[in-house]
């Protein structure tokens, strides 16, 4: 790469990686892995930085990385997590803000028992705020898929998070 590709890509990726690390982290539901997706993509993204015909697909190319990773991440049979019962520290409640931690605690739990696919369907649908055309297309399905697989996505957190409400509008 030349000096000039070195320096537009150090902008980009300056002004996305804590939005690339969010939603990885919401894939993932761990920031060190989450950390690790996020450089996952980004390396893979400096690998075709000169060859992005289109400068406004590059968020969709880095999105579409985040998503496979995360995916191919959770086959690997060694880096499965084990569930314990004891938090490694207790929870630290701040004034007011309990109850908010407690319930996207409670999210990001229930999103880690949805299986990958849905997860990402629901990630980038609720979270990145993806129409179904666009999610099908970032991840390389139907769009009757992508349906599909937010029905069962959102079944499956209803199931998990048992009487709490799931709101299927964002």
Not at 130 to 135: E, K, L, Y
Not at 139 to 146: A, F, H, K, P, Q
């Amino acid at each position: 790469m030349d000096q000039r590709d070195e320096q537009d890509f150090a902008e980009y990726f300056a002004a996305k990686r804590d939005s690339a690390r969010r939603t990885a982290y919401m894939l993932c539901g761990d920031w060190h892995k989450a950390d690790d997706l996020a450089q996952t993509a980004f390396v893979a993204l400096h690998r075709r930085w000169k060859k992005i015909r289109d400068p406004g697909a590059t968020d969709a190319y880095l999105r579409k990385t985040l998503v496979r990773a995360s995916i191919d991440e959770s086959r690997r049979p060694w880096r499965r997590e084990r569930h314990t019962d004891e938090l490694p520290e207790p929870p630290q409640d701040g004034p007011g803000i309990a109850e908010q931690v407690s319930d996207r605690q409670d999210l990001i739990e229930a999103l880690r028992l949805v299986p990958p696919r849905q997860r990402a369907v629901l990630v980038l649908r609720y979270f990145e705020g993806m129409d179904v055309g666009g999610a099908a297309k970032t991840l390389g399905c139907s769009e009757g898929n992508v349906k599909s697989q937010t029905a069962r996505g959102l079944a499956k957190l209803r199931e998990v998070l048992g009487d709490k409400e799931v709101d299927a509008h964002g």
